[in-house]
Structure formats: structure tokens, C-alpha cells
């Protein structure tokens, strides 16, 4: 899989979100069409190192403006895998990034649930602790 789409309602604010608070890579930011001809952006964003991106697209009519915050229904619909779990918990609390839960040990690792910028819960995923 290379990309994911996340329905968002501006691309300057999403892509400062995701570069700046969640540490991501603005991999691609280019002028595109519309099926129907209007103008819109085809805007990329990557966690460094990682092969699947998502693909921030500006809501486009009601139905898309509905959606964005809301698209997986309330469930955790995303997983950001970090190798420092509190460097990258804490870079993205000086942003102001909302965490719903505390920092808690899984099986699987560390794990904390955030907001993004539309109210979409994540998981922030680090290694189990030592």
C-alpha cells in the first residue's frame, strides 16, 4: 500500500499538523484537477522512513465536509509506530496535539491515543518498555 486518504478541510493547516506536531515529511505538494477540471493540491505526507503516506484531500461538497473528523466512526483508524515513544510524545504535547489517553504498556508496546487535527483518533505506538 502506498497511500491512505485522509478527507481533511484545508491542505496549509493539515500539512503544518502533520510536518510539524507529528514530525511527518511533506513529500509531495502539487497543482491537480478535479475529475469535473477545478483546481485542487495532490498533497503527500510521510512519517520519515516509511513507505505508505497519506494523501491529504481537501474536502470537496458536503458529504466530504461531513466525514472529515469522523472517518472511522469514532475508532482508533490510525497507527503512527515510533522508535522513541517520549520524545515523539512529548514533541507532539508542545504542539498541542490532544491526547485522549494516558501513555499506557500493551503487549505490543507503549501506546497513547490522539487527536488529530479533525478530532480522528490515532494510536502513537512505541517498543514495550525495557
Known amino acids: 500500500m502506498d497511500l491512505v486518504t485522509l478527507v481533511v478541510d484545508d491542505y496549509d493547516s493539515a500539512i503544518a499538523f502533520f510536518t510539524e506536531a507529528l514530525g511527518f ?3 509531495e505538494d ?3 484537477l478535479t475529475n469535473d477540471g477545478r483546481e485542487k493540491r495532490w498533497v503527500v505526507v510521510r512519517p520519515p522512513g ?4 497519506l494523501l491529504l484531500a481537501r474536502a470537496d461538497g458536503e458529504r466530504q465536509s461531513a466525514a472529515v473528523g469522523g472517518q472511522t466512526g469514532g ?3 490510525f497507527f503512527l509506530r515510533v522508535d522513541d515513544f517520549a520524545a515523539s510524545h ?3 504535547e508542545r504542539h498541542g496535539v490532544r491526547f ?8 505490543y508496546g507503549r501506546v497513547a491515543v490522539f487527536l ?7 494510536d502513537l505506538l512505541g517498543p514495550p518498555p525495557a
Not at 50 to 53: D, E, I, L, P, Q
Open 50 to 53: 516509511a513507505v505508505t503516506g
Open 100 to 107: 485522549v489517553t494516558e501513555p499506557r504498556d500493551e503487549p
Open 30 to 32: 502539487s497543482p491537480s
Open 90 to 92: 512529548a514533541r507532539m
Open 25 to 27: 515529511e511533506l513529500t
Open 116 to 122: 488529530d487535527l479533525a478530532g480522528n483518533r490515532w
Open 75 to 77: 475508532r482508533v483508524g
